[in-house]
C-alpha cells in the first residue's frame, strides 16, 4: 500500500521550529496510513539532528542525511526521489499547520486541472512584527495578487507552501541541482511546469501555513543581491523569456524592449544617493507610507547583484 501523500521537509539549522512543524503534522485530520512525512537534513550544524533522531520513531519520520550542504534544489530533490506518495507536498522547516492542512490539499487535487496548488502564508504571532513584516504579510504580493482558486502566474507559485502532483515530476523533471544558493530554484521549477501546463498552477487561501522565522529587512536585501548576482544569471541564460521577472530592460539594450528611458531609470536606481534617501524615507514614515519605498530599494540591490552577475 502506497502512501497517496508525501510531506516533503528540508531543513538546515531549524533547531527552534522544526519539531513544531512535525508537532502539527501529527495532529493532521487526514488519516495518517496514507501519509508519510520526510525529513531531509541539508548537513546541519546546529542540534537538528539530533531532534529529529529523538522523534523519529515516535512521529514516524523518513529521515535523510545529507553529508555536505547543497541548498534547497537537491534537498528538495533528494525528498522527491525518496517519496512515495502520488501528491508531494513542499513545507519549509520554520512552519505549522493547521489539523486539516493535508485534507485540504488533498481535496485541491481531486480537480483533475490542478497540477499544483500553493496557499498562503501567516505570521506567527510571537514573531517580531515591524514594518518589514508588515510589508510582507499585509500588503498585496504573491499570491494574493490573483484571483484565488483560479489558475495563477508561475512566478507566483513559490515552494514554501505548496503541492504538485507526482505526474508533474514524471513530465517536468526534478528541480534543477545548479541552484546553490539563496532564491530562484522554485520559480524557475513553475515556470518549466507553465510550460507543460500552462492552465495547471492555482493558488488558495484555503491552504494556511504559519511562518515562525524572522527575517530582517536588511538581512533580506543581502540574500536579494547575492540571488542576483549569481542566480539570476544563470535563470535567464537557462530560460531567456524570464528575464522579464527581473527589469532587466532598466540594465541594458537588448533585454525586453529596452529604451534609453528604462536604461536612464535604471542608473538613477542604480546610485547609492538614490538607496540611501529610499532608506531613509522607509525609516522615517509610519506603516503603510513606508511601503512605498519598499520596492525602490529591493530595485537598488538587484541591480547592484546584477552588475557584479552579469558580464559587461
Known amino acids: 500500500m502506497y502512501p497517496r501523500v508525501s510531506v516533503i521537509i528540508p531543513a538546515y539549522n531549524a533547531e527552534k521550529t522544526i519539531a513544531d512543524l512535525i508537532i502539527s503534522l501529527s495532529k493532521q485530520t487526514f488519516s495518517h496510513q496514507k501519509m508519510e512525512i520526510l525529513v531531509?537534513?541539508?548537513c546541519?550544524?546546529?542540534?537538528?539532528?539530533g531532534i529529529l533522531q529523538a522523534m523519529e520513531k515516535e512521529y514516524h519520520l523518513r529521515l535523510f542525511h545529507h553529508e555536505k550542504n547543497q541548498g534547497l534544489a537537491c534537498t528538495r530533490n533528494t525528498g522527491i526521489?525518496?517519496?512515495?506518495?502520488?501528491?508531494?507536498?513542499?513545507?519549509?522547516?520554520d512552519m505549522t499547520v493547521g489539523d486539516h492542512y493535508i485534507e485540504n490539499h488533498v481535496n485541491f487535487h481531486n480537480n483533475r486541472h490542478v497540477m499544483g496548488v500553493?496557499?498562503?502564508?501567516?505570521?506567527?504571532?510571537?514573531m517580531i512584527y515591524d514594518k518589514y513584516q508588515r510589508y510582507l504579510y499585509e500588503t498585496k504580493r504573491g499570491v494574493k495578487r490573483y484571483r484565488l482558486e483560479k489558475p495563477i502566474p508561475y512566478h507566483a507559485f513559490i515552494f514554501g507552501n505548496t503541492s504538485i502532483k507526482r505526474e508533474v515530476i514524471e513530465n517536468c523533471g526534478l528541480f534543477d541541482s545548479n541552484f546553490k544558493v539563496y532564491g530562484g530554484e522554485d520559480t524557475e521549477y513553475a515556470y518549466r511546469i507553465s510550460q507543460r501546463y500552462s492552465k495547471g498552477l492555482y493558488g488558495t487561501c484555503t491552504l494556511s501555513s504559519v511562518h515562525n522565522h524572522y527575517r530582517s529587512f536588511s538581512d533580506s536585501l543581502k540574500n536579494l543581491e547575492k540571488f542576483a548576482e549569481i542566480n539570476i544569471p544563470y535563470i535567464i541564460k537557462k530560460h531567456p523569456a524570464m528575464s522579464i521577472l527581473y527589469g532587466l530592460k532598466f540594465f541594458r539594450k537588448g533585454f525586453d524592449n529596452s529604451t534609453p528611458i528604462h536604461r536612464f531609470i535604471g542608473a538613477l536606481v542604480y546610485l547609492r544617493t538614490f538607496y540611501l534617501i529610499c532608506l531613509f524615507l522607509y525609516n522615517f514614515l509610519p506603516f503603510p507610507l513606508s511601503n512605498l519605498w519598499v520596492r525602490p530599494i529591493i530595485a537598488h540591490r538587484l541591480l547592484r547583484g546584477l552588475k557584479k552577475g552579469l558580464p559587461a
Do not use: A, C, E, Q
Open 44 to 49: 546541519s550544524t546546529d542540534g537538528t539532528p
Open 40 to 42: 531531509i537534513d541539508d
Open 81 to 93: 526521489k525518496n517519496s512515495l506518495g502520488k501528491i508531494l507536498i513542499f513545507i519549509d522547516s
Open 118 to 126: 500553493v496557499g498562503i502564508i501567516k505570521p506567527s504571532p510571537k
